[in-house]
């Protein structure tokens, strides 16, 4: 029986609330009122309505509606009031006057709107007189609705609320993806941390391009879940050990391959992603090869889907390098080569920028060798945000209330990204323990990538590896619920590694900014958190032989009491 997805009743509440927030914000902002109230009613009917089908379409419980309107009203009232809050409370910087957390989305609006009143077309934003926008896509995006939505003045908020909108919209998605690969706890778990991660929150709360970059993730992930897979109802954890009961049968591959959905959702996620940043699109493509290698019964897709692939990628390719060289300073001609030059230089920068803004990087460096400086940058750019920074590096109110939320967040998904491993390994099939081994191994390449790419940056590091945030949300997802399930001691001492690290840095901040109790050379207490971390490691795994050989020698003991037992019988 065909599903209404969205019927006339629907507008009797999206409608009036629409009216509603469209008047309030209307009235936030500058111009013409009836103009900025007309133009935020729209949007805002057109985002409910678009949210309300695409959570029908989902066909999950009222709990998915209910996580969907949080994504959307949490991103919208933190960028709403960090807008309203930011030139009161804030500092005195030009970013935090005119009420923007990000700089880039601070440039990129003043440029959008400057295109968008003069007599230049829009596709302009792609050339290289804009450098606010790296690639054009999203600054054309803005620049339209600048353009032909609020002609008459600039309103940053009309971005923050498409902003919110797209990211909510990836929601639906995501969840009926991990539903039907991995089941409908997983599916919960992933939704929620999605949703209420604090960065993706912060990102999707301002005119940036990762709400725009993680939506189109989660459609093509959903259009290749809907091609390669096919499962009826929704699978536990357990039944995920026998993975033939979700990877699709040899047999039906060919029939599942003319269903032409699919592609079609694939094809629209990576071309967004092209336009918007055209290294996600190549990233993604590897991903999902990755996962079809690993995970599949046949290592088969069809002459016409390879052939799109490659075109996509080799696409990639080209709109990446011409984007990278968009100022002319790459002198190379091959794609390839103009990508390294780039990213060599950028990780360059990214260190100089780390040894100038620092006072204790500075000694660091100078007092050790310079191969050191490099691994150094990595390391530390994969714990930023740090935590015990953020609690005791001293700052004005509203960034501490900024700040704290994205280093706990982090700081508690590191252990479960970590665990991942040891789920993986413990999975019973082996098709299951690849695909999770393999979602594991690219999360973390992903996670040092965006530490080399953002140094030690308090902004930028984290910024890049939110852009792949779907992976991260589904691993950790998996991880939660296989963990409550298994009871794997090994998340309990990886907790203990990540505490024994932030009593030693906590105590080290406090001592630097506060002076309080003595302070260890930076080196000597690395080198007793490694050792404790050794010991620890240590430990558990002596318990582990420990109870192995015990739970050997009562399997053992037992099948010798049977033996007794029959042969007295």
Known sequence: MKRNYFTAKDLLYILPLALALGAGLASLQGGSWSIGFLAFSFLFLLSFSVLKFFFSWANASRTLAWIVALAFFLRLGVGVTLHVALPVYGHADEDDRAGYVFTDAHRRDNQAWKLAISEYPVIDAFSKQYGSDQYGGLLAFNTFVYRYFSPDAQRPLMLVLLSAFFAALGVPFLWKAINQVFGEKVAWAAAWIFVLYPDSILLGAAAMREPYLLTFNTFVLWGFVHRFYRFEGSPSINQLSDFSTVALPDRAWRHVLKDRIGWMWIAL????????????????????????????????????????????????????????????????????????????????????????????????????????????????????????????HPTILIWKLIGLPRALSWYALLPVLT???????????????????????????????????????????????????????????????????????????????????????????????????????????????????????????????????????????????????????
């Open 269 to 392: 996620g990576l071309m967004g992603m092209l336009l918007v940043s055209p290294a996600i699109a190549l990233v993604t493509i590897l991903v999902f090869a990755g996962w079809i290698f690993f995970a599949s019964e046949r290592r088969e897709i069809s002459w016409r889907g390879l052939a799109a692939i490659a075109v996509i990628f080799i696409l990639g390719l080209f709109f990446l390098s011409s984007s990278l060289n968009r100022s002319g300073e790459f002198v190379a001609t091959s794609p390839l080569h103009v990508i390294n030059d780039w990213f060599q230089a950028a990780v360059k920068w990214d260190i100089k920028q780390a040894f100038l803004g620092s006072g204790w990087v500075q000694k660091i460096f100078e007092e050790s060798p310079q191969w050191i400086r490099l691994p150094f940058i990595t390391v530390y750019g994969i714990f930023q945000p740090v935590l015990p920074a953020a609690i005791i």
């Open 419 to 569: 665990f991942s491993f040891v789920a993986a390994a413990g999975q019973g099939s082996r098709k299951t323990r690849n695909l999770v081994l393999w979602l594991s191994l690219f999360t973390w390449i992903w996670i040092l990538l965006a530490a080399l790419r953002g140094g030690a940056d308090l902004w930028d590091n984290p910024r890049y590896r939110t852009i792949l945030f779907v992976w991260q949300s589904i691993l950790a997802g998996y991880v939660w619920v296989w963990w409550r399930e298994a009871r794997n001691p090994w998340f309990a001492r990886i907790i203990l590694m990540e505490v024994v690290f932030l009593l030693f840095f906590t105590q080290w901040y406090a001592s630097r900014y506060y002076y309080l109790g003595g302070q260890l050379p930076f080196a000597v207490m690395v080198a007793v958190i490694l050792g404790l971390w050794g010991i620890i490691l240590g430990i558990g795994l002596w318990r582990d032989r420990r109870s192995g050989a015990k739970g050997a020698m009562d399997k053992q003991s037992t099948s010798q009491s049977d033996s007794v037992d029959k042969s007295r019988a």
